[in-house]
């Protein structure tokens, strides 16, 4: 099913009121695509509450860490296209056994800080 079709389903058959629609289900974020997204919900009386970014800080290596927060920045932009006004995004789970840099309390502020850096996209957006 397509997103179209799905919020298609959610306003006729489940009669709900929003959507979270989850980045693993765009086929595509062009901004015509999203416009289109953007007024279909909006034609069909639902609101897009929140995008789901499907996201890991916990990854052990730094670059791929560093590129999970380029991908939240990057649904941050694109749940503003939508009119979303939130995000939901994972702080990860600790990659690895604990040992060396990553050891015990350090896994978690690595954590935090992948949730921080992705969070001040969000706070420059407008976006409450």
């Known amino acids: ?7 298609q389903r959610c306003a006729t058959d489940l009669k709900v009121e929003g959507v979270e629609l989850q980045d ?13 997204l953007r007024r279909t919900a909006r034609d069909l009386g639902l609101s897009i509450v929140s995008v ?5 800080f916990g990854r052990i290596d ?6 999970e927060v380029v991908k ?6 694109i749940a503003e ?4 006004p939130l995000v939901r995004v994972f702080a990860g789970y600790p990659e690895g056994k604990p040992r060396g840099a990553l ?9 935090r800080g992948g949730l921080r850096q992705a969070g001040g996209r969000a706070a420059g957006s407008g976006e409450p």
Do not use: C
């Not at 939240?72 to 932009?77: P, R």
């Not at 309390?105 to 690595?110: K, N, Q, Y």
């Open 24 to 36: 693993i289900h765009f086929p595509q974020t062009r901004p015509a695509y999203l416009k289109m």
């Open 81 to 84: 296209e939508l009119g979303a």
């Open 1 to 7: 099913m397509d997103l179209t079709r799905f919020l």
């Open 52 to 56: 789901g970014a499907h996201n890991d």
């Open 62 to 67: 730094p670059t791929i860490r560093q590129s």
């Open 103 to 111: 050891a015990g309390d350090d896994r978690l502020a690595v954590r």
């Open 72 to 77: 939240v920045k990057q649904w941050v932009q």
